[in-house]
């Protein structure tokens, strides 16, 4: 069950002048938390913003016994919520809702696990990369951004034994182009290999690009996707995805049906950011 706590800010650690990472001291939501799942958080006590939102939880926090103490988010500064994470001042505190959501189901070592992450969709998979490592499963990142300045936490991967793949589309770091160019060839490669997992999380038409390319080579892929929610319990409908399943079209909450869904199930034409 979700818990609601005020959570303390124990450290801002600023990536760029767009990116952070929020560490917050919320042992009791750390330890029950799996790869894949989010909280709500509420940038402000005042009214602007109104509502929480959704954030991917980066990493677990842990002591040096290994006991969880707490979780991290990634946040880039887009508008009033994300610009006052990126200010967050240690000590302040955060009401924290969660965990949520249903989590991804790792692999296990009989199989593979490739991650593909366009910008801040990186943000679950950090904790996803941790269970198969744990798994000892094969694991590669696909990971892509618009810039050099857009990819963080590659040393992190590589430190778990993760293969990573990187692609920038002003080619200043890694291949120059997108995400899906090195993941293609690398499907293509594989294509007698049944037993890859894709776990895919990014803007929207990435994901989509991902599930064309699951599709076509016959591999599953699971997605995490990033909807607008205004309350994470499944009471306001405001973040629904449009699902095809048992040959007809309907509506379900990210929030509670997801945040991650088997890419094949989405009716990405209909799916609105």
Same mark, same amino acid.
């Given at each position: ?11 801002? =650690? ?7 990472? %929020? ?44 006991? !969880? ?23 302040? =505190? ?32 950090? =904790? ?9 499963? !094969? ?10 300045? /857009? ?12 293969? %990573? %793949? ?12 997108? %995400? ?37 080579? /016959?591999?599953?892929?699971?997605v995490s996707l990033e909807q607008v929610m205004g309350c994470g319990l499944g009471g306001c409908y405001s973040c629904v995805v449009p699902v095809q399943t048992d040959g007809s079209a309907h509506f379900v909450r990210s929030c509670i049906d997801g945040p991650v869904f088997d890419s094949s199930l989405i009716v990405w034409e209909d799916l609105r950011h």
């Open positions: 069950m979700p818990i609601d706590v005020d959570a303390a800010v124990i450290a801002n =650690t600023r990536l760029s002048d767009e990116y952070n990472v %929020v560490a917050l001291d919320a042992p009791a939501i750390a330890r029950d938390a799996l790869p894949g799942q989010f909280v709500m958080l509420k940038a402000s006590p005042g009214t602007d913003p109104l509502l929480r939102r959704p954030f991917s939880i980066f990493e677990i926090l842990r002591d040096a016994a290994g006991r !969880p103490t707490g979780v991290s988010i990634l946040n880039k500064r887009v508008g009033v919520g994300t610009r006052l994470f990126f200010d967050a001042v240690p000590g302040a =505190t955060v009401p924290c809702l969660g965990p949520l959501g249903r989590p991804f189901e790792p692999v296990d070592r009989s199989g593979e696990g490739w991650m593909v992450a366009g910008g801040v969709g990186l943000a679950p998979f950090a =904790t996803l990369a941790e269970a198969l490592a744990t798994r000892r499963t !094969p694991a590669t990142l696909f990971y892509g951004g618009r810039r050099s300045a /857009d990819l963080f936490y590659v040393e992190f991967f590589e430190r778990l034994g993760v293969g %990573v %793949v990187l692609t920038t589309e002003d080619g200043s770091r890694g291949e120059h182009g997108r %995400v899906t160019a090195p993941l293609e060839r690398a499907l293509k490669a594989a294509a007698a290999d049944r037993s890859i997992t894709l776990y895919v999380c990014g803007p929207t038409p990435m994901m989509a690009a991902v599930a064309s390319l699951a599709r076509r080579y /016959d591999r599953r892929a699971v």
